[in-house]
Nanobody, 118 residues
Framework: QVQLVESGGGLVQAGGSLRLSCAAS????????TGWFRQSPGKEREFVAV???????NYADSVKGRFAISRDNGKDTVYLQMNNLKPEDTAVYYC????????????WGQGTQVTVSS
């Protein structure tokens, strides 16, 4: 069973940086894509970034140029480096796992809170 554990959230001032981590277990690393999503109160969950099993990355327009997704193959850990944070980035951030031949994210972490003060 795939398990995902996020960490690294916290409170930061606007313009600051945070790095989120998503540690995965129970899967064959090279066969999965890992995505980051976020949800703030009263809003739908939204896509933030993904690193595909092939290594290709994609970002939401709202975070392009500010966020960077990467992975450590040996640790099966995916990172989300967030720079120049804005108050509108405040949300609970979740990582999720997608098997290479699936269209759905089948496993999700518990989430980590990111709060950006103005």
């Amino acid at each position: 069973q795939v398990q995902l554990v996020e960490s690294g959230g916290g409170l930061v001032q606007a313009g600051g940086s945070l790095r989120l981590s998503c540690a995965a277990s129970g899967r064959t690393f090279s066969s999965y894509s890992t995505g980051w999503f976020r949800q703030s109160p009263g809003k739908e969950r939204e896509f933030v970034a993904v690193i595909r099993w092939s290594g290709l990355t994609n970002y939401a327009d709202s975070v392009k140029g500010r966020f960077a997704i990467s992975r450590d193959n040996g640790k099966d850990t995916v990172y989300l480096q967030m720079n120049n944070l804005k108050p509108e980035d405040t949300a609970v951030y979740y990582c999720a796992s997608q098997y290479m031949y699936s269209s759905d994210y089948s496993d999700w972490g518990q989430g980590t809170q990111v709060t950006v003060s103005s």
